[in-house]
Protein backbone atom coordinates (compact mmCIF):
# COMPACT_ATOMS: atom_id res chain seq x y z
CA UNK A 1 0.00 0.00 0.00
CA UNK A 2 1.74 2.95 -1.28
CA UNK A 3 1.54 6.26 0.67
CA UNK A 4 -1.20 8.74 -0.88
CA UNK A 5 1.26 11.54 -2.53
CA UNK A 6 -1.36 13.30 -4.30
CA UNK A 7 -3.24 15.35 -1.53
CA UNK A 8 -2.38 18.62 -0.30
CA UNK A 9 -2.24 20.27 2.74
CA UNK A 10 -5.75 21.87 1.77
CA UNK A 11 -6.88 18.63 1.03
CA UNK A 12 -6.16 16.83 4.85
CA UNK A 13 -7.35 20.22 6.06
CA UNK A 14 -10.73 19.48 4.26
CA UNK A 15 -10.98 15.94 5.71
CA UNK A 16 -10.04 16.72 9.39
CA UNK A 17 -12.66 19.59 9.74
CA UNK A 18 -15.36 16.59 8.26
CA UNK A 19 -13.62 13.89 10.95
CA UNK A 20 -16.12 12.61 13.20
CA UNK A 21 -14.51 11.00 16.69
CA UNK A 22 -15.34 7.78 18.30
CA UNK A 23 -15.01 8.97 21.98
CA UNK A 24 -16.71 5.83 23.64
CA UNK A 25 -14.26 2.45 25.29
CA UNK A 26 -15.65 -1.20 23.61
CA UNK A 27 -17.01 -3.58 25.61
CA UNK A 28 -18.19 -6.85 24.38
CA UNK A 29 -19.30 -5.38 21.29
CA UNK A 30 -20.97 -2.17 22.55
CA UNK A 31 -19.99 1.05 22.33
CA UNK A 32 -20.10 2.03 26.02
CA UNK A 33 -19.23 5.29 28.74
CA UNK A 34 -16.92 4.34 30.99
CA UNK A 35 -19.06 2.92 34.20
CA UNK A 36 -17.41 6.10 36.45
CA UNK A 37 -18.47 8.96 33.59
CA UNK A 38 -14.58 9.40 33.44
CA UNK A 39 -13.14 11.08 30.18
CA UNK A 40 -9.70 12.23 29.27
CA UNK A 41 -8.88 15.24 27.23
CA UNK A 42 -7.69 14.25 23.49
CA UNK A 43 -5.66 17.67 22.26
CA UNK A 44 -4.20 18.27 19.23
CA UNK A 45 -0.56 19.05 19.69
CA UNK A 46 0.45 21.32 16.77
CA UNK A 47 -2.30 23.42 17.36
CA UNK A 48 -3.24 23.18 21.74
CA UNK A 49 -6.50 22.54 20.47
CA UNK A 50 -9.29 19.63 21.75
CA UNK A 51 -10.16 17.25 19.79
CA UNK A 52 -12.64 15.36 21.99
CA UNK A 53 -13.41 13.84 25.36
CA UNK A 54 -12.47 10.61 25.80
CA UNK A 55 -13.69 7.73 27.84
CA UNK A 56 -11.55 7.12 30.50
CA UNK A 57 -11.69 3.87 31.98
CA UNK A 58 -10.51 2.12 35.30
CA UNK A 59 -10.96 -1.16 37.45
CA UNK A 60 -14.68 -1.26 36.90
CA UNK A 61 -14.69 -1.24 33.17
CA UNK A 62 -11.14 -3.45 33.02
CA UNK A 63 -13.08 -5.97 35.02
CA UNK A 64 -16.06 -6.02 32.35
CA UNK A 65 -13.92 -6.76 29.71
CA UNK A 66 -11.72 -9.16 31.67
CA UNK A 67 -15.15 -10.86 32.25
CA UNK A 68 -16.59 -10.92 28.69
CA UNK A 69 -12.98 -12.19 27.24
CA UNK A 70 -12.61 -14.97 29.48
CA UNK A 71 -15.99 -15.73 28.80
CA UNK A 72 -15.80 -15.50 24.95
CA UNK A 73 -12.38 -17.31 25.39
CA UNK A 74 -13.80 -20.33 26.78
CA UNK A 75 -16.81 -20.79 24.68
CA UNK A 76 -13.94 -21.92 21.94
CA UNK A 77 -16.08 -19.45 19.76
CA UNK A 78 -12.54 -17.53 18.33
CA UNK A 79 -10.32 -19.80 20.29
CA UNK A 80 -11.39 -23.10 19.17
CA UNK A 81 -12.79 -22.13 15.40
CA UNK A 82 -10.96 -23.24 11.77
CA UNK A 83 -8.42 -21.51 11.78
CA UNK A 84 -9.04 -20.79 8.62
CA UNK A 85 -12.53 -18.87 9.67
CA UNK A 86 -9.83 -16.65 11.57
CA UNK A 87 -7.67 -16.25 8.91
CA UNK A 88 -10.78 -15.20 6.47
CA UNK A 89 -11.71 -12.23 9.62
CA UNK A 90 -8.70 -11.16 10.05
CA UNK A 91 -7.92 -10.66 6.13
CA UNK A 92 -11.21 -8.81 6.13
CA UNK A 93 -10.18 -6.67 8.93
CA UNK A 94 -6.72 -5.87 6.80
CA UNK A 95 -9.04 -4.72 3.57
CA UNK A 96 -11.71 -2.25 5.99
CA UNK A 97 -8.43 -0.72 7.53
CA UNK A 98 -6.75 -0.40 4.20
CA UNK A 99 -10.19 1.24 2.68
CA UNK A 100 -9.98 3.68 5.35
CA UNK A 101 -6.33 4.36 5.78
CA UNK A 102 -6.59 7.89 5.09
CA UNK A 103 -8.78 8.49 8.18
CA UNK A 104 -7.00 5.86 10.13
CA UNK A 105 -4.28 8.27 9.64
CA UNK A 106 -5.09 11.48 9.58
CA UNK A 107 -6.55 10.13 13.29
CA UNK A 108 -3.07 9.41 14.78
CA UNK A 109 -1.80 12.46 13.35
CA UNK A 110 -4.28 14.96 14.75
CA UNK A 111 -3.74 12.97 18.06
CA UNK A 112 -0.16 13.11 18.44
CA UNK A 113 1.47 15.13 15.89
CA UNK A 114 3.06 12.99 13.58
CA UNK A 115 3.53 14.12 9.73
CA UNK A 116 0.62 12.94 7.62
CA UNK A 117 3.20 11.49 5.56
CA UNK A 118 4.46 9.40 8.63
CA UNK A 119 0.89 7.61 9.57
CA UNK A 120 0.67 7.11 6.01
CA UNK A 121 3.80 4.55 6.35
CA UNK A 122 2.70 3.55 9.51
CA UNK A 123 -0.97 2.41 7.79
CA UNK A 124 0.97 0.33 5.20
CA UNK A 125 2.70 -1.13 7.98
CA UNK A 126 -0.62 -1.90 10.05
CA UNK A 127 -1.84 -3.72 7.10
CA UNK A 128 1.05 -5.56 6.04
CA UNK A 129 1.54 -6.67 9.95
CA UNK A 130 -2.52 -7.76 9.88
CA UNK A 131 -2.13 -9.80 6.76
CA UNK A 132 1.21 -11.62 7.29
CA UNK A 133 -0.24 -13.06 10.86
CA UNK A 134 -3.18 -13.87 9.37
CA UNK A 135 -1.55 -15.74 6.89
CA UNK A 136 0.77 -17.50 9.09
CA UNK A 137 -2.49 -19.06 11.27
CA UNK A 138 -2.30 -22.12 9.24
CA UNK A 139 1.58 -22.40 8.62
CA UNK A 140 2.54 -22.75 12.12
CA UNK A 141 2.14 -26.95 12.71
CA UNK A 142 2.65 -28.83 15.91
CA UNK A 143 5.44 -31.24 16.19
CA UNK A 144 5.46 -35.15 16.34
CA UNK A 145 8.21 -35.85 19.12
CA UNK A 146 10.65 -39.16 18.08
CA UNK A 147 9.81 -42.11 20.54
CA UNK A 148 9.75 -45.46 20.28
CA UNK A 149 7.10 -47.68 18.75
CA UNK A 150 4.86 -48.13 22.05
CA UNK A 151 4.47 -44.32 22.38
CA UNK A 152 3.22 -40.82 20.51
CA UNK A 153 4.65 -37.48 21.33
CA UNK A 154 2.43 -34.60 20.20
CA UNK A 155 3.38 -31.37 20.57
CA UNK A 156 0.68 -28.72 20.59
CA UNK A 157 0.41 -24.97 20.26
CA UNK A 158 -2.67 -24.00 22.09
CA UNK A 159 -3.89 -19.94 22.55
CA UNK A 160 -3.12 -18.63 25.82
CA UNK A 161 -6.75 -17.03 26.97
CA UNK A 162 -6.82 -13.56 27.53
CA UNK A 163 -4.41 -11.22 26.26
CA UNK A 164 -4.29 -7.58 27.38
CA UNK A 165 -2.16 -5.22 25.03
CA UNK A 166 -0.71 -1.79 26.42
CA UNK A 167 0.55 0.19 23.16
CA UNK A 168 2.32 3.68 23.11
CA UNK A 169 1.15 6.96 21.55
CA UNK A 170 4.80 7.56 18.80
CA UNK A 171 2.76 4.75 16.10
CA UNK A 172 -0.97 4.40 18.05
CA UNK A 173 -2.14 1.95 14.92
CA UNK A 174 1.20 0.09 13.99
CA UNK A 175 2.10 -0.56 17.33
CA UNK A 176 -1.12 -1.56 18.00
CA UNK A 177 -1.38 -4.21 14.87
CA UNK A 178 2.29 -5.69 16.16
CA UNK A 179 0.68 -7.00 19.50
CA UNK A 180 -3.68 -7.98 18.59
CA UNK A 181 -2.85 -9.26 15.19
CA UNK A 182 -0.46 -12.36 16.07
CA UNK A 183 -2.42 -12.40 19.16
CA UNK A 184 -6.15 -12.38 17.40
CA UNK A 185 -4.17 -15.07 15.15
CA UNK A 186 -3.44 -17.40 17.80
CA UNK A 187 -6.89 -17.79 18.77
CA UNK A 188 -6.54 -15.25 22.06
CA UNK A 189 -8.67 -12.61 23.40
CA UNK A 190 -7.34 -9.15 23.32
CA UNK A 191 -8.00 -6.21 25.48
CA UNK A 192 -6.36 -3.39 23.82
CA UNK A 193 -5.25 -0.33 25.94
CA UNK A 194 -3.99 2.37 24.19
CA UNK A 195 -2.26 5.41 25.14
CA UNK A 196 -4.12 8.12 26.79
CA UNK A 197 -2.25 10.45 24.85
CA UNK A 198 -3.78 8.58 21.60
CA UNK A 199 -6.61 6.88 21.79
CA UNK A 200 -8.63 7.60 18.56
CA UNK A 201 -7.21 5.62 15.76
CA UNK A 202 -7.71 2.28 18.35
CA UNK A 203 -11.46 3.40 18.99
CA UNK A 204 -11.75 3.72 15.06
CA UNK A 205 -10.79 0.08 14.69
CA UNK A 206 -12.82 -1.33 17.09
CA UNK A 207 -15.83 -0.54 14.67
CA UNK A 208 -13.87 -1.88 11.64
CA UNK A 209 -13.23 -5.61 13.86
CA UNK A 210 -16.77 -5.52 14.28
CA UNK A 211 -17.38 -5.37 11.03
CA UNK A 212 -14.76 -7.83 9.81
CA UNK A 213 -16.83 -10.15 12.35
CA UNK A 214 -14.50 -10.88 14.89
CA UNK A 215 -16.96 -12.10 17.82
CA UNK A 216 -18.02 -9.30 20.96
CA UNK A 217 -15.57 -10.33 23.69
CA UNK A 218 -12.84 -11.25 21.29
CA UNK A 219 -11.60 -7.67 20.89
CA UNK A 220 -11.97 -5.18 23.13
CA UNK A 221 -10.71 -1.68 23.94
CA UNK A 222 -10.40 0.24 27.18
CA UNK A 223 -8.82 4.07 26.57
CA UNK A 224 -7.58 5.61 29.52
CA UNK A 225 -4.37 5.76 31.97
CA UNK A 226 -1.80 3.63 32.83
CA UNK A 227 -1.93 3.87 36.58
CA UNK A 228 -6.13 3.33 36.64
CA UNK A 229 -6.86 1.17 34.17
CA UNK A 230 -3.53 -0.14 32.79
CA UNK A 231 -2.62 -0.81 36.64
CA UNK A 232 -6.32 -2.80 36.63
CA UNK A 233 -5.52 -5.38 33.51
CA UNK A 234 -1.76 -6.16 34.76
CA UNK A 235 -3.26 -7.05 38.26
CA UNK A 236 -6.62 -8.82 36.88
CA UNK A 237 -6.15 -12.84 37.68
CA UNK A 238 -8.44 -13.17 34.20
CA UNK A 239 -5.47 -12.10 32.10
CA UNK A 240 -2.96 -14.80 31.03
CA UNK A 241 -0.14 -12.00 29.18
CA UNK A 242 0.75 -8.53 29.53
CA UNK A 243 1.90 -7.27 25.45
CA UNK A 244 3.32 -4.09 26.16
CA UNK A 245 5.46 -1.02 24.48
CA UNK A 246 6.64 1.67 26.14
CA UNK A 247 9.01 3.03 28.98
CA UNK A 248 11.56 0.54 30.48
CA UNK A 249 10.08 2.19 34.25
CA UNK A 250 6.62 1.05 33.50
CA UNK A 251 7.82 -2.48 31.76
CA UNK A 252 9.26 -3.00 35.11
CA UNK A 253 6.42 -1.87 36.96
CA UNK A 254 4.00 -4.44 34.97
CA UNK A 255 6.36 -7.28 35.78
CA UNK A 256 5.86 -6.64 39.04
CA UNK A 257 2.00 -6.10 39.01
CA UNK A 258 2.30 -10.06 36.69
CA UNK A 259 4.14 -11.25 40.33
CA UNK A 260 1.73 -9.63 42.79
CA UNK A 261 -1.26 -11.33 40.51
CA UNK A 262 -0.98 -14.37 38.91
CA UNK A 263 2.38 -14.95 36.95
CA UNK A 264 1.09 -14.06 34.17
CA UNK A 265 3.35 -13.92 30.59
CA UNK A 266 4.46 -10.27 30.29
CA UNK A 267 6.26 -9.33 26.66
CA UNK A 268 8.31 -6.08 26.66
CA UNK A 269 9.50 -3.51 24.12
CA UNK A 270 10.86 -0.81 26.46
CA UNK A 271 12.66 1.74 25.82
CA UNK A 272 16.31 2.24 23.60
CA UNK A 273 19.77 4.41 23.09
CA UNK A 274 20.52 3.11 20.02
CA UNK A 275 24.27 3.35 19.16
CA UNK A 276 24.69 4.20 14.79
CA UNK A 277 28.52 3.46 14.16
CA UNK A 278 30.09 4.60 10.96
CA UNK A 279 33.36 3.77 10.51
CA UNK A 280 36.28 5.73 8.01
CA UNK A 281 35.74 2.90 5.41
CA UNK A 282 32.37 3.24 4.34
CA UNK A 283 31.19 5.02 1.31
CA UNK A 284 28.83 7.99 -0.41
CA UNK A 285 29.19 9.62 3.17
CA UNK A 286 26.38 12.26 1.90
CA UNK A 287 23.79 9.45 1.70
CA UNK A 288 24.99 7.73 5.38
CA UNK A 289 24.61 11.15 6.77
CA UNK A 290 21.32 11.67 5.26
CA UNK A 291 20.51 8.03 6.86
CA UNK A 292 22.32 8.76 9.80
CA UNK A 293 19.89 12.48 10.56
CA UNK A 294 16.50 10.58 9.25
CA UNK A 295 17.51 7.59 12.16
CA UNK A 296 17.08 10.23 14.65
CA UNK A 297 14.80 13.10 13.58
CA UNK A 298 12.37 10.95 11.89
CA UNK A 299 8.76 10.94 13.66
CA UNK A 300 10.20 14.14 15.50
CA UNK A 301 12.89 11.60 17.53
CA UNK A 302 9.75 9.99 19.05
CA UNK A 303 10.76 6.11 18.01
CA UNK A 304 11.79 3.54 20.32
CA UNK A 305 14.71 2.52 17.82
CA UNK A 306 16.11 5.93 16.95
CA UNK A 307 19.65 6.43 16.24
CA UNK A 308 19.90 8.63 19.03
CA UNK A 309 24.04 7.72 19.51
CA UNK A 310 26.09 8.34 16.22
CA UNK A 311 29.39 6.98 17.17
CA UNK A 312 31.86 8.07 14.31
CA UNK A 313 35.71 7.14 13.54
CA UNK A 314 37.73 10.20 14.82
CA UNK A 315 39.53 10.10 11.28
CA UNK A 316 36.14 11.17 9.45
CA UNK A 317 33.98 12.94 12.23
CA UNK A 318 34.43 16.55 11.61
CA UNK A 319 33.74 16.24 7.61
CA UNK A 320 30.91 13.36 8.47
CA UNK A 321 29.39 15.87 11.41
CA UNK A 322 28.89 19.04 8.73
CA UNK A 323 27.40 16.43 6.50
CA UNK A 324 24.79 15.44 9.37
CA UNK A 325 24.12 18.67 10.10
CA UNK A 326 23.65 20.26 6.63
CA UNK A 327 21.12 17.23 5.84
CA UNK A 328 19.06 18.07 9.44
CA UNK A 329 19.16 21.90 8.65
CA UNK A 330 16.03 20.68 5.74
CA UNK A 331 14.43 18.35 8.62
CA UNK A 332 12.57 21.24 10.19
CA UNK A 333 9.19 20.59 11.82
CA UNK A 334 6.48 21.81 9.93
CA UNK A 335 2.24 21.84 9.85
CA UNK A 336 1.66 18.27 10.28
CA UNK A 337 -1.09 18.42 7.89
CA UNK A 338 1.47 19.03 5.06
CA UNK A 339 2.71 16.19 3.22
CA UNK A 340 6.01 17.76 3.03
CA UNK A 341 7.01 18.12 6.57
CA UNK A 342 9.31 16.04 7.53
CA UNK A 343 9.23 16.45 11.36
CA UNK A 344 5.43 17.44 12.83
CA UNK A 345 4.37 18.46 17.05
CA UNK A 346 5.91 16.79 20.36
CA UNK A 347 2.69 14.66 21.39
CA UNK A 348 2.23 17.20 24.71
CA UNK A 349 3.77 19.89 26.37
CA UNK A 350 4.77 17.30 28.91
CA UNK A 351 7.18 15.64 26.50
CA UNK A 352 7.83 18.72 25.00
CA UNK A 353 9.07 20.57 27.99
CA UNK A 354 11.29 17.21 28.83
CA UNK A 355 13.46 17.32 25.59
CA UNK A 356 14.02 20.99 26.77
CA UNK A 357 14.85 20.12 29.55
CA UNK A 358 17.47 17.55 27.99
CA UNK A 359 18.84 20.29 25.83
CA UNK A 360 20.11 22.30 28.52
CA UNK A 361 21.37 19.60 30.39
CA UNK A 362 23.61 19.13 27.14
CA UNK A 363 24.81 21.97 27.32
CA UNK A 364 25.59 22.48 30.82
CA UNK A 365 27.26 19.24 31.11
CA UNK A 366 29.84 20.45 28.14
CA UNK A 367 28.89 18.95 25.38
CA UNK A 368 29.28 20.98 22.08
CA UNK A 369 25.55 22.11 20.35
CA UNK A 370 26.39 22.21 16.31
CA UNK A 371 22.52 22.37 15.61
CA UNK A 372 19.33 23.72 16.87
CA UNK A 373 18.85 23.72 21.46
CA UNK A 374 15.97 26.14 20.77
CA UNK A 375 11.59 25.17 20.02
CA UNK A 376 10.26 26.43 16.57
CA UNK A 377 8.26 29.62 16.20
CA UNK A 378 5.80 27.79 14.80
CA UNK A 379 2.66 27.18 17.25
CA UNK A 380 2.24 24.29 19.08
CA UNK A 381 4.69 21.93 20.55
CA UNK A 382 7.37 21.89 17.88
CA UNK A 383 11.18 21.50 18.45
CA UNK A 384 13.87 21.79 16.14
CA UNK A 385 16.69 19.20 15.20
CA UNK A 386 19.58 19.42 17.74
CA UNK A 387 23.05 17.69 17.50
CA UNK A 388 25.76 17.34 19.95
CA UNK A 389 28.81 16.58 19.44
CA UNK A 390 31.69 16.04 21.97
CA UNK A 391 29.54 13.59 23.80
CA UNK A 392 31.07 11.31 26.24
CA UNK A 393 29.67 8.35 28.01
CA UNK A 394 29.03 10.14 31.75
CA UNK A 395 26.80 12.59 29.96
CA UNK A 396 22.59 12.10 30.84
CA UNK A 397 21.94 13.32 27.01
CA UNK A 398 24.75 10.34 25.82
CA UNK A 399 23.01 7.79 28.14
CA UNK A 400 19.30 8.18 29.17
CA UNK A 401 16.41 7.79 26.03
CA UNK A 402 15.15 11.53 25.38
CA UNK A 403 12.66 10.61 22.93
CA UNK A 404 12.96 13.90 20.88
CA UNK A 405 14.82 14.80 18.18
CA UNK A 406 18.17 15.08 19.82
CA UNK A 407 21.27 13.85 18.20
CA UNK A 408 24.51 12.79 20.42
CA UNK A 409 27.91 12.13 19.19
CA UNK A 410 30.63 10.06 20.19
CA UNK A 411 34.37 9.89 18.38
CA UNK A 412 36.03 6.77 18.12
CA UNK A 413 39.78 5.64 17.29
CA UNK A 414 39.21 1.68 16.94
CA UNK A 415 37.00 -1.33 16.52
CA UNK A 416 37.43 -2.41 20.09
CA UNK A 417 36.00 1.36 21.29
CA UNK A 418 33.43 1.65 18.75
CA UNK A 419 32.33 -1.94 20.29
CA UNK A 420 32.73 -0.91 23.99
CA UNK A 421 31.18 2.55 23.10
CA UNK A 422 28.04 1.04 21.75
CA UNK A 423 27.68 -2.09 24.26
CA UNK A 424 28.17 0.35 27.78
CA UNK A 425 24.35 1.11 28.24
CA UNK A 426 21.66 -0.27 29.53
CA UNK A 427 19.65 -0.71 26.11
CA UNK A 428 20.07 -2.80 23.33
CA UNK A 429 16.64 -2.57 21.08
CA UNK A 430 18.49 -1.78 18.28
CA UNK A 431 22.28 -0.85 16.11
CA UNK A 432 23.74 0.24 13.16
CA UNK A 433 27.25 -0.62 11.54
CA UNK A 434 28.31 1.34 8.21
CA UNK A 435 31.08 -0.59 6.73
CA UNK A 436 32.70 -1.43 3.40
CA UNK A 437 34.59 -4.20 5.24
CA UNK A 438 32.50 -7.39 5.25
CA UNK A 439 34.94 -9.01 7.86
CA UNK A 440 34.35 -6.02 10.06
CA UNK A 441 30.79 -6.26 9.65
CA UNK A 442 29.85 -9.48 10.82
CA UNK A 443 32.47 -9.43 13.61
CA UNK A 444 31.04 -5.84 14.69
CA UNK A 445 27.37 -7.66 14.62
CA UNK A 446 28.40 -10.76 16.59
CA UNK A 447 29.02 -8.55 19.55
CA UNK A 448 26.99 -5.80 19.83
CA UNK A 449 24.04 -6.11 22.62
CA UNK A 450 21.49 -5.47 20.43
CA UNK A 451 18.03 -7.19 19.34
CA UNK A 452 18.70 -6.21 15.71
CA UNK A 453 21.50 -4.85 13.86
CA UNK A 454 21.23 -2.66 10.72
CA UNK A 455 24.03 -2.87 8.23
CA UNK A 456 25.09 0.18 5.65
CA UNK A 457 20.94 1.26 6.38
CA UNK A 458 18.70 1.94 9.57
CA UNK A 459 15.63 0.54 10.40
CA UNK A 460 15.28 -2.24 7.65
CA UNK A 461 12.08 -3.69 8.41
CA UNK A 462 9.76 -6.13 7.38
CA UNK A 463 7.11 -8.30 8.42
CA UNK A 464 9.23 -11.49 7.95
CA UNK A 465 11.89 -10.97 10.64
CA UNK A 466 11.55 -10.17 14.48
CA UNK A 467 11.67 -7.16 16.60
CA UNK A 468 12.54 -6.15 20.26
CA UNK A 469 15.19 -5.78 22.00
CA UNK A 470 17.69 -7.45 25.01
CA UNK A 471 18.96 -5.66 28.48
CA UNK A 472 16.79 -3.21 29.92
CA UNK A 473 15.04 -2.98 26.36
CA UNK A 474 12.71 -5.65 26.82
CA UNK A 475 12.04 -9.22 25.84
CA UNK A 476 10.15 -11.28 23.51
CA UNK A 477 9.25 -10.74 19.82
CA UNK A 478 7.32 -8.34 17.86
CA UNK A 479 6.64 -9.65 13.86
CA UNK A 480 7.58 -12.96 12.31
CA UNK A 481 6.21 -16.28 12.99
CA UNK A 482 8.11 -15.72 16.53
CA UNK A 483 5.30 -12.84 17.84
CA UNK A 484 2.50 -15.61 17.03
CA UNK A 485 4.04 -18.38 18.78
CA UNK A 486 4.80 -16.14 22.00
CA UNK A 487 1.35 -15.98 22.60
CA UNK A 488 0.51 -20.14 22.41
CA UNK A 489 0.88 -22.03 25.28
CA UNK A 490 3.11 -25.85 24.38
CA UNK A 491 1.24 -29.02 25.33
CA UNK A 492 2.86 -31.84 25.21
CA UNK A 493 0.16 -35.09 24.51
CA UNK A 494 1.80 -38.34 25.54
CA UNK A 495 0.03 -41.91 24.00
CA UNK A 496 1.01 -45.13 25.14
CA UNK A 497 0.52 -47.59 21.75
CA UNK A 498 -0.03 -51.13 22.41
CA UNK A 499 2.38 -52.72 20.12
Same mark, same amino acid.
Given at each position: ?12 ? @? ?11 ? +? ?11 ? $? ?10 ? /? ?74 ? @? ?42 ? !? ?31 ? $? ?41 ? #? ?61 ? $? ?23 ? !?????? *? ?9 ? =? ?12 ? /???? $? ?11 ? #??? +? *?? &? ?20 ? *? ?12 ? &? ?34 ? &? =? ?36
Amino acid at each position: MAADNTKTLADWQ @AKAASLSFETRAF +INGEFVAAVAGST $LTSINPATGSVL /AEVASCDALDAERATQAARATFDSGVWSRCHPSKRKRVLLRLADLVETHRDELALLDTLDMGKPISSSLGDLAGTV @ACLRYQAECIDKLYGEVAPTGENALGLVLREPMGVVAAIVPWNF !PLMMTSWKIAPALAAGNSVILKPSEKSPLSALR $LAHLAQEAGIPDGVFQVLPGYGHTVGKALALSMQVDCLAFTGS #TAVGKQLMQYAGQSNLKRVFLECGGKSPNIVFADCQYLDAVAQSAAEAIFHNQGEVCIAGSRL $LVENSIRKEFVARVVKAAEHMQPGD !PLDPNS *FMGAMVDEAQY =QRVLEYIRQGENEG /ATLK $LGGEASDSKGYFL #TPT +I *FD &DVTPDMRIGREEIFGPVLSVFG *FDSEEQAIALANDS &DFGLAAGVWSQDIDRIMRVSRRLQSGQVYVNNWAGI &D =QTVPFGGVKQSGNGRDKSLHAQEKYCEVKTVWMSLSV
